[in-house]
Structures are given as C-alpha cells and as structure tokens.
C-alpha cells in the first residue's frame, strides 16, 4: 500500500486567487490522479499525472484553470487559479503503484472553500 | 461504457442492525470490483475488494460477493457499529493499462446508537 499526504488540508480562499496542493507519497508510483468531490457527489477525474510527461486532463478541465506539476515519483502539485466559488470541492491525490495494478490509494482531501 | 450505480442514500440504521448497500455495474469483459469507504473529513480507503466471479470480498465485518449474472456487488454487515457511519462508494476497474476505475455516487450511511 501507500501512505498520501496532503497539503493543505483545508483553506478558505478569495474569488480570483489561486491555491496550490501538495500531494506527498511515501513511495515510488508510477500513476498519480488528481479528483475533484463536489458536496454529496461522487468523485469526478480532473487529470493523470505520469512523471515525465504532461498531464492528461479529462474532458471539461483545462491545463490553464487547473495546471499539474510532476517533478518525480513521490510527488505532484495540482493548482486551483483565478478561482470561484464553483470551485469550493474537496481535492484529492489518488496513486497506483503500477501499471499493471488496479489498485488505488487515496490521500485524505484538500478541502477548499472560495468565498 | 462502463458504470457503477448505487442506491440512494442517507441509508440511517440503529446499532446492530443488518447492513446492505445495493451495488450493479455495468460493463465489457471481467472488470475487477471495490468498496471504498470515506469518513468523515478523511480520503477514500479501499474497504474490500473481488476480482472474478463468485469471489467474496471481506473486511471489518464487511461483506460483497460478485455476482455475474445479477452483474451486483451488494455491500453486507451484519451488524453495524457508530463507526460505521461513512460514505461508502462502489466501483470497478480493469488490471493493466490505464483504466482509471469507474466510481458510483456514493451511498451515505448514518449509524445511531
């Protein structure tokens, strides 16, 4: 298994203002994925982040509104920019270990809240 | 494509009382099934898991079995605790490749004393 640790694990943040979470793993993994969790609903893929290329965003997320960072295989920065209150989600870094593995761990949330 | 559907919740229970979430799925080939369980202010932790027909999955009094021809995965307890109370997601996923796992919407539950 692997450990995922978050930061921050919460903030409250200003309409038009940007917010970067860490996301820590205490061991190598080859795929790491960033969800977004709006209040009472499922989990929704923002983007796969693989260490050494781009990011692979899903359909209705934009490298400009959310920009990923995968300098190596322990860790990864998702940036929430110019913000709104649509925004307000709960953030999570979610990893597998390998590519072969359909197993995935989750860290514990960002939770972010635009006013 | 593939999903996962859940029933609705909030499922609300007194303490001992028998659990069951409803889970089906639908998809191509053999995918492989999950519970995760979300509590309060905390990620998602994989609760249990099968991955071929037939297969039980078990954890912390907590039971699933996949069943194929009902294409179902239904979550099971026998008897559920205060700290049971979570949100509890069902899904599915393919080894190999890619596939990034396909999750239900999450089924609420609150356990009263």
């Known amino acids: 298994s692997a450990v995922i640790s978050q930061k921050p694990s919460r903030d409250i943040c200003q309409r038009g203002t940007s917010l970067t979470i860490q996301c820590q793993v205490d061991?190598?993994?080859?795929?790491m994925f960033w969800y977004r969790q709006q209040p009472g609903q499922s989990l929704t893929l923002i983007a796969t982040a693989n260490q050494g290329s781009e990011a692979t965003y899903e359909s209705g997320f934009v490298i400009d509104k959310f920009p990923i960072s995968r300098p190596n295989l322990t860790f990864s920065t998702l940036t929430v920019s110019n913000m709104s209150p649509e925004d307000s989600s709960i953030y999570l870094c979610?990893?597998?270990?390998?590519?072969?593995?359909?197993?995935?761990?989750f860290g514990p949330g960002t939770r972010l809240t635009v006013t | 494509g593939n999903s996962v559907t859940q029933m609705e919740g909030p499922v609300t229970l007194s303490e001992e009382a028998f659990l069951t979430i409803n889970c089906t799925y639908t998809a191509t080939g053999y995918p492989s099934l999950f519970w995760y369980v979300q509590y309060p202010g905390e990620g998602l932790q994989l609760l249990l898991k099968?991955?071929?027909?037939?297969d039980k999955g078990s954890n912390k009094g907590f039971e699933a079995t996949y069943r194929k021809e009902t294409t179902s995965f239904h979550l099971e307890k026998g008897s559920v605790q205060v700290s049971d109370s979570a949100v509890y997601f069902c899904a599915l996923s393919y080894s190999g490749g890619s596939y990034i796992p396909t999750f239900g919407r999450g089924t609420s539950l609150i356990v009263h004393p």
């Open positions: 979610s990893v597998r270990q390998g590519v072969s593995s359909y197993e995935q761990y």
């Open positions: 061991s190598q993994v080859t795929m």
């Open positions: 099968a991955t071929k027909a037939d």
